[in-house]
């Protein structure tokens, strides 16, 4: 009894601690739910959002499936979101790995911090460095590029080339984070272990494959499940940033569509339909992943 109170008392205050950000999700997340009624209604703002508004059923969704690129941003949203998903889960860890196998630590910290750091720069600042960077005329990697005899690649201009370097600046933007989470389940990992395998006469590569994977594997099927969340979610603010009339054909995804309808052309049922499309798709990503995670990896959120 004495321990359970202890339990309970020390999840009370871990409880209290949580409750400010459970205030502020359902102030901006779940109070405007309310706000999906939009979607199946002829909305004019001028009578309010519970006033005495046309409504108009399915209408709003059959007129987004008329329209001639709706197909196409999906498509751009789904290719865009899936490579960020694979490549956001993979590269942490490899570098999480190879960071784990540095011996000096003060090198290693400081390496953890450089590759850190763009993780908490805003898509509006990192954005201005990158146009900069991949400029065709003065960028430095086209400079680069230009010293090895390639001609100047238009990163931001062509549709070719657009989606490759929104996901591979995403990655660089965010693998830091990513990478000090895994690092942090390989250092839970049981040290004897290690010793075990170096006695059975395990390389650092067998131990890696055979004990810290493992170690991670829980980390792991978590970051996935949560990300599995964003199947419909390419990143806005960073395409946003980014995006101009000449890659719109591979660039335009769910959510400046959403945006271009809503805030540009005050086509406010078709934007709230979209939105909420996109909501119920991800919930069911999100709900698959989970159940397969609890299935197959014996993994537990709740």
């Known amino acids: 009894m004495r321990a359970s109170a202890k339990r309970r008392k020390r999840n009370g205050m871990l409880h209290v601690m949580?409750?400010?950000?459970?205030?502020?999700?359902?102030?901006?997340?779940?109070?405007?739910?309310?706000?999906?009624?939009?979607?199946?209604?002829?909305?004019?703002?001028?009578?309010?959002?519970?006033?005495?508004?046309?409504?108009?059923?399915?209408?709003?969704?059959r007129y987004l499936i008329t329209l001639p690129n709706t197909f196409k941003v999906l498509y751009n949203t789904v290719v865009i979101a899936f490579y960020k998903i694979a490549f956001n889960l993979a590269v942490p860890i490899l570098v999480a790995l190879l960071l784990n196998e540095l011996a000096n630590l003060r090198f290693k910290k400081s390496i953890q911090t450089v590759i850190y750091f763009p993780h908490f720069l805003s898509w509006i600042i990192f954005g201005g460095i990158l146009i900069d960077i991949l400029s065709p005329s003065s960028g430095l990697v086209n400079k680069a590029l230009g010293i090895l005899g390639i001609e100047p690649v238009y990163f931001l201009g062509d549709k070719r080339w657009f989606p490759v370097?929104?996901?591979?600046?995403?990655?660089?933007?965010?693998?830091?984070?990513?990478?000090?989470?895994?690092?942090?389940?390989?250092?839970?990992?049981?040290?004897?272990?290690?010793?075990?395998?170096?006695?059975?006469?395990?390389?650092?590569?067998?131990?890696?494959?055979?004990?810290?994977?493992?170690?991670?594997?829980?980390?792991?099927?978590?970051?996935?499940?949560?990300?599995?969340?964003?199947?419909?979610?390419?990143?806005?603010?960073?395409?946003?940033?980014?995006?101009?009339?000449?890659?719109?054909?591979?660039?335009?995804?769910?959510?400046?569509?959403?945006?271009?309808?809503?805030?540009?052309?005050?086509?406010?049922?078709?934007a709230t339909a979209v939105g909420l499309f996109k909501s119920v798709v991800s919930f069911v990503f999100i709900s698959i992943s989970y159940y397969i995670a609890y299935r197959f990896f014996d993994y537990r959120l709740f």
């Open 165 to 270: 370097t929104v996901v591979v600046t995403d990655v660089f933007k965010n693998f830091g984070f990513g990478t000090v989470v895994y690092l942090a389940a390989i250092s839970n990992i049981d040290p004897t272990l290690y010793e075990a395998a170096a006695i059975d006469g395990a390389s650092r590569l067998r131990q890696t494959i055979h004990v810290t994977l493992p170690g991670m594997r829980m980390i792991i099927v978590l970051m996935m499940v949560l990300s599995l969340g964003n199947v419909l979610n390419a990143g806005f603010d960073q395409i946003f940033n980014l995006y101009n009339q000449m890659v719109m054909e591979t660039g335009d995804i769910i959510d400046t569509l959403v945006y271009r309808m809503g805030l540009i052309d005050s086509k406010y049922g078709p």
């Open 18 to 61: 949580l409750l400010p950000g459970v205030v502020l999700l359902f102030i901006f997340h779940y109070i405007p739910l309310s706000g999906i009624i939009i979607a199946f209604q002829k909305f004019i703002p001028a009578k309010g959002l519970f006033g005495n508004q046309v409504w108009v059923g399915l209408y709003n969704f």
